[in-house]
């Protein structure tokens, strides 16, 4: 169990840094493209540059229109910063002391209704307005199958709540 609690609490660690990354991007990017600072347009006009803050340094680039900047842009970035939040929860599961307790359940619970269910009904919307790529579909199955073994592991996390139920009452 030591050996899972170590590689847990690294990737439990991982995955806030993304999750703090991805939503920082896009808390920053967000507020550079409303207030028009750090921002710059160039080819005619196509493209918006975000700067990395005080700098002249691009930090992102994308297409200069509300629809990419909405649908292809911040949507993306802020549902991978919810799901590396959400990982990195579901990693700290394996981090407590009791691993079979109804709060991971919820934990669990949580990671698979997002990952089964969010992904392809966005990639559908985005599809209205603009071309969704071969790889976004199989990253929404690969989405929905982990979403499947998280829905696996709640099982049996509610079976082990259910036989620690058990125990406590024969004792």
């Not at 493209?33 to 540059?49: E, H, K």
């Not at 619970?109 to 966005?122: A, D, E, G, H, S």
Request: glycine share 6%.
């Amino acid at each position: 169990m030591q050996q899972t609690k170590f590689i847990a609490k690294i990737l439990y660690y991982i995955s806030l840094v993304l999750a703090v990354g991805y939503l920082g991007s896009v808390i920053y990017s967000i507020f550079c493209i409303v207030t028009d600072l750090s921002t710059q347009t160039y080819s005619d006009g196509q493209f918006l540059r975000i700067l990395f803050p005080f700098t002249q340094q691009p930090f992102m680039i994308v297409d200069n229109n509300a629809t990419y900047i909405i649908v292809a842009f911040t949507l993306p970035l802020s549902l991978y910063g919810i799901f590396f939040w959400m990982a990195a929860r579901v990693f700290k599961v394996f981090l407590q002391p009791k691993l079979f307790t109804r709060e991971n359940i919820v934990e669990l619970k949580r990671f698979y209704v997002l990952n089964i269910f969010v992904p392809l009904p966005i990639s559908i919307l985005a599809s209205f307005f603009i071309p969704v790529e071969n790889i976004i579909w199989g990253l929404g199955l690969v989405h929905f199958f982990l979403g499947i073994f998280a829905f696996f592991l709640a099982g049996i996390f509610a079976q082990g709540v259910s036989l620690q139920k058990e125990q406590d009452l024969f004792i």
